[in-house]
């Protein structure tokens, strides 16, 4: 570790894989429920399951985005954090406040929730992915602005780089976005226009940018490639991505009431927005295919490459699949949109939280990479977390196609939940799946215990030392 302030990441990681765990068991609570639904009723309403899934799985990408600036900032800008007492402070008053909404869904109902919590002084509750009590998405903003201002002025007062600078841009662009989740107006239009400025604008705008600088973050540190070769790659990038990415917000916008100008605009920067990430998947790999060293952090380069790739398939060719105003006519709202955004999420932003964990992890505890048998835990982890995903997201869609076919692309279209019986077979499937990326998750986070064999010891500070047996 070359920095003593980067140790404020470490609190982070394991808050983010802690809270991802707890996602992941409360989605195989909601996988259950599609089949059995009574299962866990009255406790945990299927509702209930899918606020907590859901809301976990932004607050600990949020704390694997916070822990990663906390990590490659300073070594990016040559200097401290500016205050890492402020980062302990916002840490702990983010996981109080996540851990007390959560506990709020699950134990009081939602109604009594927001009276409680004096929703009605300013509207904001009972929206998809935006169920946050008010004084919690209050509590979000103080910790934003508090973070972005740690991490900026490290930034600015430091050295500049094309890394650090796209990602205080993305992490402007994530606070500022999320002030549109204030907004709630009456008329359900407009309502729904504006709710997508802050889901769709994050994962397909700001977060890209957040994941782009990320990744050439540890694939600078784990190839050796010039600097300047990675950041000629990361402006072609960034600039594909937000310029379908911001556009492409009119796929949302195609049934909802916005004029009809929205079919032809979301539909061709829809189909743009594979480029970037194939552009991302080819730069990956280039890197690592010019790579000057061999970085004895298999499982990073490992997390790294994958991320790349699910990126790609996920919210690249997935998204692609339903994305075009005419076939979205059929598909919209069907599990293949689930089945798009379980990938999406997965290759595009767990990925590049776990790649910079697996990097970063080791180092903070003073080596280089964990020993051998440590990786090869990992490694084990990779594989069965990501071909889980993928096996859920083929599952999900061939419920979807099914679901399209008998309910919508049909001139007798069977009853919504007929349909759900016949396709209950991919469900118990996906439920399957489900439970050996559990099991992936824990190997993941046992890989850090593994002892044993040799492992690479830090003795410079760019982190490429021989190997010393442990």
Do not use: C
């Not at 973070?147 to 500049?160: H, W």
């Not at 990501?386 to 919508?408: C, D, E, K, N, Y």
């Amino acid at each position: 570790m070359k920095y003593q302030s980067q140790a404020v990441a470490k609190p982070y990681f394991i808050a983010a894989i802690g809270l991802f765990i707890g996602q992941i068991l409360f989605g195989l609570i909601m996988g259950m429920q599609y089949v059995a639904g009574d299962f866990l009723f009255p406790e945990i309403p299927f509702n209930v399951a899918r606020m907590v899934h859901t809301n976990l799985l932004i607050v600990w990408l949020l704390f694997g985005f916070m822990g990663a600036a906390y990590f490659l900032v300073p070594e990016e800008s040559e200097r401290e954090l500016h205050s890492p007492l402020l980062a302990k402070i916002l840490f702990w008053v983010f996981l109080v406040a996540g851990a007390l909404t959560v506990l709020g869904y699950l134990l009081v109902p939602y109604a009594r929730l927001a009276e409680l919590t004096m929703n009605d002084l300013l509207p904001t509750m009972g929206r998809e992915f935006l169920e946050q009590p008010t004084i919690t998405k209050i509590g979000i903003v103080i910790v934003a602005l508090g973070f972005v201002y740690n991490i900026g002025v490290t930034i600015l007062a430091g050295r500049k780089t094309v890394v650090s600078l796209v990602l205080l841009t993305g992490l402007v662009g994530l606070a500022v976005l999320f002030l549109f989740s204030f907004y709630n107006p009456v008329n359900v239009v407009n309502d729904k226009f504006y709710w997508w400025w802050v889901v769709h604008l994050w994962v397909e705008g700001v977060w890209e940018l957040i994941l782009a600088s990320i990744l050439a973050f540890v694939l600078i540190k784990v190839t050796g490639v010039d600097r300047e070769v990675i950041e000629k790659w990361m402006y072609v990038i960034i600039a594909m991505a937000l310029i379908s990415g911001l556009i492409g917000t009119g796929h949302h916008y195609f049934w909802i009431g916005a004029p009809e100008y929205w079919q032809w605009w979301g539909s061709i920067f829809s189909a743009l927005e594979p480029i970037p990430f194939f552009m991302m998947t080819v730069f990956a790999f280039n890197m690592v295919n010019r790579r000057r060293r061999e970085h004895p952090n298999k499982a990073a380069v490992l997390w790294a490459l994958g991320t790349a790739v699910m990126a790609f398939l996920g919210a690249g060719v997935w998204g692609f699949l339903h994305t075009l105003a005419p076939v979205n006519y059929y598909t919209h709202g069907s599990q293949l949109t689930a089945a798009h955004g379980h990938m999406a999420f997965y290759g595009a932003y767990v990925m590049i939280v776990l790649t910079i964990i697996s990097y970063s992890m080791p180092i903070l505890r003073g080596q280089k990479a964990g020993s051998p048998r440590a990786q090869k835990v990992e490694i084990w982890s990779f594989w069965l977390m990501t071909l889980s995903m993928v096996f859920i997201t083929l599952f999900l869609t061939g419920a979807g196609i099914q679901q399209i076919l008998l309910q919508r692309y049909t001139d007798n279209p069977l009853p919504f939940m007929v349909v759900q019986d016949k396709i209950e077979m991919f469900y118990w499937m996906r439920e399957g799946a489900g439970v050996v990326f559990l099991v992936g998750l824990i190997l993941y986070v046992s890989a850090f215990f593994v002892k044993g064999g040799e492992r690479e010891e830090i003795t410079d500070s760019s982190g490429m030392a021989s190997a010393t047996s442990s």
